[in-house]
């Protein structure tokens, strides 16, 4: 799947919700950042190696996993809002990280 059939998936299940009137462009920039809060909590306090650890708990994992999942979402929407096609994004970012880092 792409970023294109994931914005049409969300979007949908926005729209279906009617929650369309709260996802401006301001709301779901502050929203991204909640949510990567949530997912940083996963994270504090611990060292890399707890954390490779703890991913092994597969509700752990899970939860990690669906608060990478409301980020993505949240971007997607966002994405949306501001009329950016994702999928060019990254390939053109990619694009640009590819000539700025060269492989040596």
Known sequence: MDFKELEERVVS?????????????????VSVAVELGELLEHFQW?????????????????????EIADVIIYLILLAHELGID???????????NEEKYPVE
């Open 13 to 29: 299940f926005r729209n279906a919700r009617g929650w369309a009137e709260y996802h401006t462009p301001k709301n779901l920039a």
């Open 46 to 66: 611990e060292d890399d190696a707890e954390i490779l650890e703890a991913v092994k708990d597969p509700a752990k994992k899970e939860a990690i996993a669906d």
């Open 86 to 96: 994702l999928d060019e994004a990254v390939k053109r970012k990619l694009r640009k």
